[in-house]
């Protein structure tokens, strides 16, 4: 109903809200195609209106949904757009997103001990979006009972002595 009356008034704002809204209750149901193209879609809105919060939450989504399919290098990659765009508008909920998907396809390529660091740094952020810690847990859980507590103690040190910007350099440099 929303998007529909969105599209009639020709709110392209309130036609993207709409869109990314619906795209993450599809993506939370497993209908990840569905809710890409909804989040496509608002890329193209948000680059026509000019709103870069928005380009960074879409692209996000975006890399959330690839890691849902296993696409490690399209969530890699919409990952890494969102971080330059998010650390350029200084939003730190969208860069400690970024920075959590990008960790998650570390995981998922092996490098558990640098993927481990970034996702405690994540944990830990006070401006860290719930979403993102809850996506975290299991991971974070399953590394806490498989690793030695010292590579677990190590990665929180490391993280603590880290600011955002730290974090954001060290994963451009990959």
Aim: overall charge negative.
């Amino acid at each position: 109903m929303a998007g529909f009356v969105a599209q009639e008034n020709n709110n392209r704002f309130l036609v993207m809200f709409t869109g990314t809204n619906l795209g993450t209750v599809l993506s939370e149901l497993g209908n990840y195609a569905e809710a890409a193209a909804y989040f496509r879609t608002n890329l193209v809105l948000a680059r026509e209106i000019g709103d870069q919060r928005r380009l960074a939450m879409n692209l996000n989504y975006l890399s959330l949904t690839a890691l849902h399919t296993h696409d490690l290098d399209s969530a890699q990659h919409h990952a890494q757009q969102a971080l330059a765009v998010a650390h350029s508008i200084r939003c730190e909920p969208d860069v400690l997103s970024s920075i959590a998907y990008v960790a998650h396809v570390w995981a998922r390529r092996g490098n558990v001990e640098t993927a481990l660091r970034a996702l405690l740094y994540v944990d830990q952020h006070p401006a860290a979006l719930a979403r993102d810690k809850h996506f975290n847990a299991t991971l974070l859980a399953a590394w806490r009972q498989a690793l030695a507590p010292e590579i677990i103690a190590e990665a929180v040190a490391w993280g603590k002595t880290k600011q955002l910007d730290d974090v954001v350099t060290w994963i451009d440099r990959g």
